[in-house]
């Protein structure tokens, strides 16, 4: 017989134990074994227990004060799976086996007329123990030595939390159910769960797609606690780039939103091989370009400028390389995006159309891995180093260029001299301090420079760092606080002519300061409220000789410093399992600072030099203009049945920024500009109403959407206009009302031999610039097409699985070809031609339509080995269309001449191989 059996036998004549004696503890950093010790040098009680049940390798810091012993044992062993009996001075622990003294009321009861047996058993001890049969995880119990609080009929309730093992990130959207009771419910975006339980034994699942299913069987007589870690799936093939976490579309209030997990889009065939979440993002309905290859994105009607892109709460001005070719984000560190394009949730501000709410992988905390890729532009690589082991990681992540060699291919000769090269560079540092408390860090830094000719060199960055600490108070109440620092800039050099070199450069520089905050109120309600503020810094221009010899006057625009706040609340409050509402509002306030010089002008004739009028000056940090308004967000869902569900919304939003651009698309050279005396923000309104409909059962998704968007002060240009180093900006600028409206549909697969989506747009999108006098028109001014608008889009995803290791995928996309102004007549003038042109963007380009195919090959499956591969064999433009980028006339030697630009007018194949260990 040893120890621990004949502790068990004495509890049978010493079944009373004393709790009254109160002791205070304090403890920093210790494992479990340091904190018994402290225990029993602290008080009168020893324990007794198997060490082989001890886990050395957490660290716990705590402080408790004239705390009852089981209040105090409760807390240290609320995560694990040690539970407790107190026998007077000498405390037992167990491990998944619970001791009783006294069986539960329930237990001397049971179903016979509703009569109560006569007499109760003597006192016994009970356990519960895992069975062989059930194959659960283990046996959890919840609710510690609470016999006063039980009583048959009455409910409790059991929280956690849902993280994932290997990372420590909490997991938004688990399905909670227990069958035999008929109860679901999801994990919410701080992967939080509740459910009300009536006492007894209850077997728990939770599963969502990517992750291994758990499932717990728990005993529960309190209301308690459960924290669940879910491991990540094997499953080698990603099947869907969209992820569909089963029924979110249908459960949740808001509507345009997308979710695209990095992970799924390797299947797909893209130029040159790379993996890119944000091109896969242009196959999805209401999101398009201008063109091929162009940097800016398009969502549903709206200009590049008003989309906000967020990549870890920091905002990244430019995320494109290589002139829209590629993505700024190395594939192997971006976890996921998720994109708003109709319901933007109120802590999210400042952009007119969507916000690209992009999130970094977690490193792995318990062992070194990476994953990498080699292709004929790029490679990647990103490694994970476990810190502390299950506590902080560093993720490390790098991708360069060698895309020289493309040039020197061209058939133009004078581009055969011409350089271009791309890096970035990424690491993200995330720290678990403990159950309450966790740090994340991000450092994100990309380059590009490009020459076209030998005589001048491009080059722009992106410089970002951000710092999150995540709080939980208790179960209902959690905060964020977060510090961004964005830095966008570019230079251009040009050393032909001596006389006549410079250099020009622009910077802009985003500080941010945010509090988020959660809170619970019930199952009903949920609110997420909290406070913002960034200051904008923006050097618009400098230009100077770059040598001894050069002519050109050095030259610097006043730095423009802008202050943007806001204040949101917003109430995820479910009415009844049909009715869910989330309504929000978000006060945003604007303020101009000094230094600065501002011009005003008559009010009875155009704006232009010679209608000055004066100028004030403002001293450094003064508010010299101040602009301001109510942003309300309402969604809400309505389900009709399981399956099938209506949503609507309506949002208002301001953008105190706009983007200075004369080119038909964005151009790594655009600059931005603050809002002023001068220029006043956007403002916009969007009305959208969508239907969703699950089928078979949850693997085929339909989704329909309709939307309505107005809004004001819309920048536009001048004919002619001058950007570059202009101390009059106003002057060239012109503000107009747009409206856009459309129908997206989506059908997609998720499982099975076959899977992808087929999305369908029908959007229009409009501007109209009437100003009050004739120079500050544009087409008599009615309402024209801006250059973006391109009514019908279409897109056709599909990967065919042949095997576990080879499958075939296709992509073919349509789009109605852009807005064009064609020339209509010309004109003689001293023996040369010039083009008449029509009015604004009255014509369009062809149309374009391109089909990608490709061939995906799994590694062998063997569990051990170095590394798992993955080949993506794939020919981009496999019919070798010749789509034009742009049309334009030039007058040449006296004639009108026409010309057409492609950027991909034949097959590009390509082999990217891509690794993982």
Request: glycine fraction near 6%.
């Amino acid at each position: 017989m040893n120890k621990f059996q004949l502790l068990l036998i004495l509890l049978f004549f010493n079944l009373t134990y004393s709790q009254e004696n109160k002791i205070s503890l304090e403890y920093s950093n210790q494992n479990y074994r340091s904190i018994i010790q402290k225990i029993e040098q602290a008080s009168p009680y020893r324990f007794f227990y198997d060490d082989r049940w001890i886990d050395d390798t957490k660290y716990f810091s705590n402080e408790f004060k004239n705390k009852s012993i089981d209040q105090i044992l409760n807390q240290i062993f609320e995560d694990s799976d040690i539970n407790f009996f107190i026998d007077s001075n000498r405390i037992i622990l167990t491990q998944k086996i619970l001791i009783h003294d006294k069986l539960a009321d329930s237990f001397y009861k049971k179903e016979n007329n509703d009569k109560q047996l006569s007499s109760k058993p003597s006192p016994v001890f009970y356990q519960e123990y895992n069975s062989s049969k059930t194959q659960l995880d283990s046996i959890s119990l919840i609710g510690k030595e609470s016999k006063d609080n039980y009583s048959k009929g009455s409910n409790f309730k059991l929280t956690g939390t849902i993280k994932n093992k290997k990372s420590n990130e909490f997991i938004p959207d688990v399905n909670i159910s227990i069958k035999k009771l008929g109860i679901n419910t999801i994990s919410d975006d701080q992967g939080n769960f509740e459910l009300n339980l009536p006492p007894g034994i209850h077997t728990v699942s939770f599963s969502i797609q990517g992750f291994k299913s758990n499932t717990k069987k728990i005993i529960v007589y309190n209301n308690g606690k459960l924290n669940i870690n879910l491991t990540e799936s094997a499953t080698l093939l990603s099947e869907v780039v969209i992820k569909g976490k089963n029924k979110q579309k249908l459960r949740t209030a808001i509507t345009g939103v997308t979710t695209i997990e990095a992970e799924g889009v390797k299947t797909v065939p893209l130029v040159f091989g790379e993996r890119d979440v944000l091109k896969i993002a242009t196959t999805t309905p209401g999101i398009k370009t201008a063109g091929e290859g162009s940097a800016g994105y398009n969502v549903r009607g709206g200009k590049e400028d008003q989309n906000l892109f967020i990549l870890d709460k920091g905002t990244i001005y430019n995320p494109s390389h290589f002139f829209g070719l590629f993505s700024a984000l190395n594939p192997y560190i971006v976890k996921k995006v998720d994109i708003y394009k109709g319901s933007i949730p109120t802590e999210f501000g400042g952009r007119l159309s969507s916000v690209f709410d992009i999130s970094s992988k977690n490193g792995n905390v318990e062992k070194l891995s990476g994953e990498g890729g080699i292709g004929p532009v790029t490679s990647n690589l990103a490694v994970s180093i476990p810190v502390i082991k299950n506590k902080a990681s560093l993720l490390i992540g790098g991708r360069g260029t060698y895309s020289g060699w493309i040039l020197k291919s061209l058939d133009e000769e004078k581009l055969k001299n011409s350089k271009a090269s791309f890096y970035d560079f990424s690491t993200r540092y995330s720290h678990k301090i403990n159950d309450n408390n966790s740090i994340e860090s991000t450092i994100y830094y990309s380059n590009d420079k490009f020459n076209i000719t030998a005589d001048s060199l491009f080059s722009y960055n992106n410089r970002l760092v951000t710092l999150n600490w995540k709080h939980k108070f208790n179960d209902k109440n959690a905060s964020e606080i977060t510090l961004t620092n964005s830095k966008y800039n570019f230079t251009i050099n040009y050393s032909g002519i001596p006389q006549n070199s410079f250099k020009f450069g622009y910077t802009n520089n985003e500080t941010q300061f945010q509090i988020k905050l959660i809170k619970t109120l019930n199952e009903k309600n949920r609110l997420s409220y909290g406070i913002q503020s960034k200051i904008y810094k923006i050097e618009p221009g400098y230009i100077f000789g770059n040598t001894e010899n050069s002519n050109i006057q050095s030259k610097n625009i006043n730095t423009e410093k802008g202050l943007e706040s806001a204040l949101y609340i917003s109430d995820n409050y479910k009415i009844s399992d049909k009715l869910l509402f989330d309504i929000g509002v978000r006060y945003s306030i604007y303020n101009a600072l000094g230094p600065s010089i501002q011009k005003s002008y008559a009010q009875d004739q155009p704006r232009g030099q010679g209608t000055q009028t004066g100028e004030t000056t403002y001293k450094n940090n003064e508010f010299f203009k101040t602009y301001h308004g109510f942003e309300p967000r309402l969604a809400l869902r309505y389900s009709i049945n399981s399956s099938l569900s209506i949503k609507g919304s309506y949002d208002k939003t301001f953008q105190y920024i706009h983007l200075l651009s004369t080119n038909t698309t964005q151009s790594p050279t655009d600059t931005w500009k603050l809002s002023n005396n001068n220029i006043k923000p956007q403002s916009g309104e969007q009305f959208s109403v969508g239907i969703f409909k699950n089928l078979d059962p949850n693997n085929i998704e339909i989704s329909t959407e309709f939307y309505y968007k107005k809004s004001k002060n819309i920048l536009d240009y001048k004919v002619g206009a001058n950007l570059v180093m202009n101390e009059y900006l106003e002057t060239e600028l012109l503000q107009g009302n747009g409206k856009s409206y459309g129908a997206e549909l989506l059908i997609k697969k998720k499982e099975g031999r076959l899977n992808g989506w087929l999305s369908y747009t029908y959007s229009r999108s409009f501007i109209k610039l009437d100003g009050q006098f004739d120079e500050e028109k544009v087409n008599n001014g009615k309402f024209f097409p801006t250059n973006f608008d391109k009514p019908h889009d279409l897109n056709l995803i599909l990967n065919y699985k042949l095997t576990m290791r080879y499958s075939f995928s296709g992509n073919f996309t349509y789009q109605t070809g852009r807005p064009v102004t064609y020339p209509v007549g010309k004109y003689t003038y001293n023996g040369n031609e010039y083009p008449v042109y029509s009015d604004r963007n009255a014509f369009r380009i062809p149309d374009y339509y391109r089909l990608d195919l490709g061939i995906n090959i799994e590694g062998n499956h063997k569990i051990k080995k170095l590394a798992h591969s993955f080949w993506n064999i794939s020919v981009y433009n496999v019919l070798g269309r010749n789509n034009p980028y742009s049309v334009y006339f030039v007058t040449k030697n006296g004639e009108i001449k026409g010309y057409k630009t492609t950027i991909f007018n034949v097959p590009v194949p390509t082999v990217t191989y891509n690794f993982k260990f």
